[in-house]
C-alpha cells in the first residue's frame, strides 16, 4: 500500500520560507518521479514542481520559478519542496504526488498516488 506523508506546513509572513517533507512508503521510491501541487480555496490544483527519479531534472511552474526548488533523499524516500520569499498568493494546500515513470511533468493527471496535504497560509 502507497502512502504519502506531506509535513512541515503552516503559517509564515510574506518574505518568509518553509520546507515541505514528504515520506513516502510502500514503493521503491527512488523508481519514481515526484510532484507537488497545491490547492487554494475556490480554485483548482495546480502544479509547483516536479523532480525526476535521480534528481536530475527538475520542473517549476512559472509563478514560483526562483523562488521554491525541490529536491529528493533517496535513502530517506523523502521529497522536499523549499519554499522562499513567499507571498500571500501561495497560501493553498501543499499536496506531493508520486508519478509511475522516471520522468518529471506538470500534468496532475499522470500522477498515480497523492498524500493528504499541508496547510501553507502566508499572511500580508
Known amino acids: 500500500q502507497v502512502q504519502l506523508l506531506e509535513s512541515g506546513g503552516g503559517l509564515v509572513h510574506a518574505g518568509g520560507s518553509l520546507r515541505l517533507s514528504c515520506l513516502v512508503s510502500g514503493r521503491t521510491f527512488s523508481r519514481y518521479a515526484m510532484g507537488w501541487f497545491r490547492q487554494a480555496p475556490g480554485k483548482e490544483r495546480e502544479f509547483v514542481a516536479a523532480?525526476?527519479?535521480?534528481?536530475?531534472?527538475?520542473l517549476f511552474a512559472d509563478s514560483v520559478k526562483g523562488r521554491f526548488t525541490i529536491s529528493r533523499d533517496n535513502a530517506k524516500n523523502t521529497v522536499y519542496l523549499h519554499m522562499n520569499s513567499l507571498k500571500p498568493e501561495d497560501t493553498a494546500v501543499y499536496y506531493c504526488?508520486?508519478?509511475?515513470?522516471?520522468?518529471?511533468?506538470?500534468?496532475?493527471?499522470?500522477?498515480?498516488?497523492w498524500g493528504q496535504g499541508t496547510q501553507v497560509t502566508v499572511s500580508s
Open positions: 523532480i525526476s527519479r535521480t534528481g536530475d531534472s527538475t
Open positions: 504526488a508520486l508519478r509511475n515513470s522516471f520522468y518529471v511533468s506538470d500534468d496532475l493527471g499522470s500522477y498515480d498516488y
